[in-house]
């Protein structure tokens, strides 16, 4: 690896922070690139990366400056493709699709679903504890994203079992033109085909969100040429995140049994279990913006034009923001993490992710002393971070 300034003051680094070991085991490289500046330029990607807290922070809430309406991947290609989607929006178009996506996953919206969603968990929970062993990813975190969240959203059942597949695979054409990225792009296709001519009027669930959006233009509060695109802000985002953050809780409770100790003797620390958890190990761990303008970050300058990956999992463990940021404590409660991002762009579903998350993990709490690790295999994936298996048995 070397290191350069270039004559505008510009950190350099060659380090390839897209190869599977470092997909894998981030941290040294994350703790290498914030050592270097608030924002660095990444020779092999020809773009700039920003791994400190207060410069991601910074760019996340300044949308003006840092926009998303040219796309938020890596890659053409990928911003080609979802182009008209609330995620790659600006301004009052954005404001207004997101309105009507998030309508239904506001906390006052969701709370006729507590008892639901909880009442799926408890007897989630009794069926898998009574095995005794089981994969928290396909038969713990998978459950309820899958069963109810789909029914929520309302799509067509023809293609549902696709869904977690298109979930994995847009994230992965949200890097750079790896081999990732390239392979998913028929994936990537296929998903967009499926939400033109399948996810549209007659063909959705009466009184579902995806019905609530077609419903919304016909009112005339979206263009309806937007509604297709607006259908894959509920098919990817609602799945992968939640089912990566609750399989890392559990693996990082298994690591920790002293912090899954605090959290059976006072359950009202899981709220911030969680946040935790979300910081140490963000389910989403990037995506970029375009540089509208010639601006500044923390005195690093950046041309317009020029594009930034925003590192949210490297931000929530900088030092200069969380004392011993490796060390995991549920008590740290870092309500200022970027797990869900930040700015006018933060996860529309992180209120439906923090049901679920406190839901599972509530009804754990009754029932479970310990969680054992039996294997691991991670998911290798551009822009997200978890467990494709996480084989555990639990002691009650």
């Not at 799945?239 to 920790?256: C, E, G, M």
């Amino acid at each position: 690896m070397t290191v350069s300034t270039s004559p505008v003051d510009i950190p350099r680094s060659s380090l390839d922070v897209f190869t599977d070991a470092a997909l894998l085991d981030p941290w040294a490289g994350y703790r290498e690139l914030r050592d270097q500046g608030p924002v660095v330029f990444l020779d092999r990607y020809g773009m700039h990366a920003a791994t400190r807290y207060s410069a991601v922070s910074h760019i996340l809430r300044t949308p003006d400056v840092f926009i998303s309406g040219e796309g938020v991947m890596m890659n053409d290609e990928s911003n080609q493709m979802i182009r008209g989607n609330t995620l790659c929006s600006d301004g009052e178009e954005h404001a207004t699709s997101r309105g009507v996506v998030v309508k239904p996953l506001t906390p006052k919206a969701l709370r006729p679903l507590q008892e639901e969603i909880r009442t799926q968990a408890r007897d989630l929970v009794d069926r898998l504890t009574a095995r005794g062993q089981f994969d928290a990813v396909t038969d713990l975190a998978q459950y309820l994203p899958v069963t109810i969240v789909s029914n929520l959203v309302g799509l067509p059942e023809e293609g549902r079992e696709r869904m977690l597949l298109w979930a994995s695979e847009s994230f992965n054409s949200c890097g750079p033109l790896n081999e990732r990225a390239l392979n998913s792009f028929p994936v990537l296709g296929e998903m967009v085909e499926y939400a033109t001519t399948q996810a549209v009027p007659g063909k959705l669930k009466p009184g579902s969100w995806a019905e609530a959006v077609f419903l919304a233009a016909d009112r005339g509060e979206v263009a309806k040429e937007r509604c297709p695109m607006m259908m894959m802000d509920y098919m990817g985002p609602s799945l992968d995140t939640t089912i990566f953050a609750i399989s890392s809780a559990v693996w990082l409770f298994a690591r920790h049994p002293d912090q899954w100790d605090l959290i059976r003797q006072n359950p009202s620390l899981i709220p911030g279990a969680i946040n935790e958890v979300l910081r140490m190990e963000s389910p989403l761990q990037c995506f970029s913006r375009k540089v509208a303008v010639d601006t500044e970050v923390d005195g690093v300058a950046l041309e317009a034009g020029s594009r930034v990956i925003t590192y949210y999992g490297a931000a929530n463990r900088d030092e200069r923001q969380y004392p011993e940021p490796d060390r995991f404590d549920i008590t740290r409660n870092p309500t200022d993490h970027l797990g869900f991002g930040a700015g006018p762009h933060a996860c529309v579903g992180m209120n439906l992710a923090r049901l679920e998350m406190r839901s599972l993990f509530e009804e754990l709490a009754a029932k479970v002393e310990r969680f054992e690790v039996l294997s691991e295999t991670r998911a290798l994936n551009n822009v997200l971070r978890g467990f494709a298996s996480l084989d555990v048995a639990v002691h009650v």
